[in-house]
C-alpha cells in the first residue's frame, strides 16, 4: 500500500531533550516536507527537499533541522525543543511535477513541557 | 507573496444542505490549486484538484472550479451527509518555487 509513514504519533517530551520524528514513504517519490498544524493557522512549512541531500527552508524552520540521505526517509530533528514547538507535525511527498498532490502521513502530536 | 484565504469556520449544516466553502488565492503566475480533507486523528487526504483555469475539479460528490478572473476556487457540494464532517483546507501549489501554500482550515460539522 502507497504510504507515508510517520513515527511516533504521540510524543511527551522535556525541554532541551533532543528528539527525532521520522517519516518515510514508499511511493519513490522525489518531493518531501515537514508541516506544522496549530490552531487558527493552518498548516506551515518547515522545510522541505526537492531530492536526495537537497533540503530547504520553509516559513519556519526555526529550532528545526532535517536530513535526505536516502530518497525515502526525511526525518525532522528537534536539537533543544521548547515549548513553543508543542503541534501536530506532518510529513508529506509528492512527485516532483509540481502539479500532483501531496501525500500525508498521520501526524505526530508533539508536547514539550 | 502566495498565499490562500478561506472562510472561517466552523461551519454547521443539517444533513442535505447544500455546502460552499469559499477559497480565494493570490499567486504570480498560474498555480495548481488542491482541497484537502481532514478526518479527526487522520493525515490530510486530497479530495479534488485542478491544474488550470477553468478546470473542474470534482469527487465524492463535491466540486471546484479554478477561476483565474476572480481568483477563487470555492467547494461546493449539493447535499451533505453527516460523515462529510471534518476540516477542509484550500491549498496551492506554486510552479515556480515548489511551495505548497495552504489556507488555515474550515470545520465543517453536519447534523443528522
Known amino acids: 500500500e502507497a504510504q507515508v509513514t510517520q513515527n511516533p504519533r504521540y510524543l511527551i517530551t522535556v525541554t532541551g531533550k533532543k528528539l527525532t520524528v521520522t517519516c518515510s514513504q514508499n511511493?519513490?517519490?522525489?518531493?518531501m516536507s515537514w508541516y506544522r498544524q496549530d490552531p487558527g493557522l493552518g498548516l506551515r512549512q518547515i522545510y522541505y527537499s526537492m531530492n536526495v541531500e537537497v533540503t530547504d527552508k520553509g516559513d519556519v524552520p526555526e529550532g528545526y533541522k532535517v536530513s535526505r540521505k536516502e530518497k525515502r526517509n526525511f526525518p525532522l530533528i528537534l536539537e533543544s525543543p521548547s515549548p513553543n514547538q508543542t503541534s501536530l507535525y506532518f510529513c508529506?511527498?509528492?512527485?516532483?511535477?509540481?502539479?500532483?498532490?501531496?501525500?500525508f502521513g498521520n501526524g505526530t502530536r508533539l508536547t514539550v513541557t | 507573496g502566495d498565499s490562500v484565504t478561506q472562510m472561517e469556520g466552523p461551519v454547521t449544516l443539517s444533513e442535505e444542505a447544500f455546502l460552499t466553502i469559499n477559497c480565494t488565492y493570490t499567486a504570480t503566475g498560474y498555480p495548481s490549486l488542491f482541497w484537502y480533507v481532514q478526518y479527526p486523528g487522520e493525515g490530510l487526504q486530497l479530495l479534488l484538484k485542478a491544474t488550470k483555469a477553468d478546470d473542474k475539479g470534482s469527487n465524492k460528490g463535491f466540486e471546484a472550479t479554478y477561476r483565474k478572473e476572480t481568483t477563487s476556487f470555492h467547494l461546493e457540494k449539493g447535499s451533505v451527509q453527516v460523515s462529510d464532517s471534518a476540516v477542509y483546507f484550500c491549498?496551492?501549489?506554486?510552479?515556480?518555487?515548489?511551495?505548497?501554500?495552504f489556507g488555515t482550515g474550515t470545520r465543517l460539522k453536519v447534523l443528522a
Open positions: 511511493m519513490n517519490h522525489e518531493y
Open positions: 508529506a511527498s509528492s512527485p516532483n511535477d509540481r502539479s500532483s498532490p501531496l501525500h
Open positions: 491549498a496551492l501549489s506554486d510552479r515556480g518555487t515548489y511551495k505548497y501554500i
